[in-house]
């Protein structure tokens, strides 16, 4: 299983991105995906997930201005982050699991892709 993110980059406060996580030797179809963040100096966060029945979750602080979704004919996995606050500045990993039915906030991810820098600053 390869996983490869991609879409950060440097955006002002109030912006928009939309991070990628596309999967290569598995079929997506029946696998949980999940957002992780690592802040510098801090540990790594979980950030949404979403279920192989379509099923996602959110930490409370990007409820309401991000979106997981999956199209499961790429492969691929996104990540639309709106309102973007510096305090979102981090690296974000794209995590995948064969347990795709599980409640997937709490799956013991297997499989992890490289991360992509966010940064929101002015």
Known sequence: VQLQASGGGLVPPGDSLRL????????????????????PGKERDWVSCINSADSTHYSDSVKGRFTISRDNARDTVYLQMNDLRPEDTAV??????PR??????YIP????????LVTVSS
């Open 92 to 97: 974000y990993y794209c995590a995948a699991d």
């Open 100 to 105: 795709g039915g599980s409640y997937c906030p």
């Open 109 to 116: 991810y297997e499989h992890w892709g490289q991360g992509t």
């Open 20 to 39: 990628s996580c596309a999967l290569s030797g598995v079929n997506l179809d029946y696998y949980a995906i999940a957002w992780f963040r690592q802040a």
